[in-house]
């Protein structure tokens, strides 16, 4: 059973700001549930348009290719949420959502996210901001899958995976260190490539592993690989 902090959406980053009273009258307005590892919260085409959120717990966007191969877009932690285009625009959902670890969602319906965002304008516009940042990094795969070999995509994806955590040195943590066949998929590629890529890197002093972390030793070199090729 959750804690009360796990039916709380004060992690949540959409509603940073907020004070306790709109908080707590935003949570009044969600349901609750808890799910389990492996335990699919959205399927890919399905036609419902709640708003999930998640208050602790991890879940992975993915999708399948035609012969079975998964394809994962991302992975949405704790303060997270997902499902709010199909609650803006009424269309099936885009991907499939799967908890991988044990997690508590609050869940909202469309006319209720929208009627939220109208009495709190400030919370539209945080949410205008990340759609803005989901066609960014839309872009972005989109230009390294056209012009980056399988090696230089590895790249980029480890850079994304430690933008929010480098460090003034210039090196970076990702932690947890990357499951090869995650990161393959990602990026469009095998985990033998992965693992291939990762040795390399580490003998050129550019990673390190350390416990359960990986270390980017010198992200702006490690950029400079990138945008060789992407310029290309």
Same mark, same amino acid.
């Given at each position: 059973?959750?804690?009360?902090?796990?039916? @709380?959406?004060?992690?949540?980053?959409?509603?940073?700001? /907020?004070? !306790?009273?709109?908080?707590? =009258?935003?949570?009044?307005?969600?349901?609750?549930?808890?799910?389990?590892? *492996?335990? #699919?919260?959205?399927?890919?085409?399905?036609?419902?348009?709640?708003?999930?959120?998640?208050? =602790?717990?991890?879940?992975?966007?993915?999708?399948? @290719?035609?012969?079975?191969? !998964?394809?994962?877009?991302?992975? /949405?932690?704790?303060?997270?949420?997902?499902?709010?285009?199909?609650?803006?625009?009424?269309?099936?959902?885009?991907?499939?959502?799967?908890?991988?670890?044990?997690? #508590?969602?609050?869940?909202?319906?469309? @006319?209720?996210?929208?009627?939220?965002?109208?009495?709190?304008?400030?919370?539209?516009?945080?949410?205008? =901001?990340?759609?803005? &940042?989901?066609?960014?990094?839309?872009v972005e795969r989109?230009?390294?899958?056209?012009? /980056?070999?399988?090696?230089?995509?590895?790249?980029?994806?480890?850079?994304?995976?430690?933008?929010?955590?480098?460090?003034?040195?210039? @090196?970076?943590?990702i932690s947890p260190?990357?499951?090869?066949? !995650?990161?393959?998929?990602?990026?469009?590629? #095998?985990?033998?490539?992965?693992?291939?890529?990762?040795?390399?890197?580490?003998?050129?002093?550019?990673?390190?592993k350390s416990g359960?972390?990986?270390?980017?030793?010198? #992200?702006?070199?490690? *950029?400079?690989?990138? !945008? &060789?090729?992407?310029?290309?």
């Open positions: 059973m959750s804690g009360d902090s796990d039916r @709380s959406l004060a992690s949540i980053f959409l509603f940073k700001g /907020l004070s !306790e009273d709109a908080l707590r =009258k935003i949570e009044e307005r969600c349901r609750w549930r808890d799910y389990a590892p *492996q335990e #699919t919260i959205i399927d890919f085409k399905d036609d419902s348009e709640d708003v999930y959120f998640i208050t =602790k717990g991890v879940a992975r966007v993915v999708n399948y @290719s035609v012969s079975g191969r !998964e394809v994962a877009f991302d992975d /949405l932690r704790t303060g997270s949420l997902f499902g709010e285009l199909a609650a803006i625009d009424g269309e099936p959902r885009s991907a499939n959502v799967v908890a991988i670890a044990p997690s #508590t969602v609050a869940t909202m319906n469309a @006319s209720t996210f929208r009627s939220m965002l109208e009495e709190h304008p400030p919370v539209a516009i945080v949410l205008m =901001k990340r759609l803005a &940042q989901m066609v960014r990094l839309s989109i230009m390294d899958l056209s012009t /980056l070999g399988a090696n230089n995509r590895v790249h980029a994806e480890l850079l994304r995976l430690a933008k929010s955590n480098i460090r003034d040195d210039g @090196s970076a943590v260190v990357p499951i090869h066949s !995650e990161l393959a998929s990602r990026v469009s590629t #095998t985990r033998e490539t992965v693992a291939r890529v990762l040795s390399d890197l580490t003998r050129k002093g550019l990673v390190k359960n972390s990986l270390i980017l030793l010198d #992200t702006e070199r490690l *950029q400079d690989m990138v !945008e &060789q090729f992407r310029g290309d």
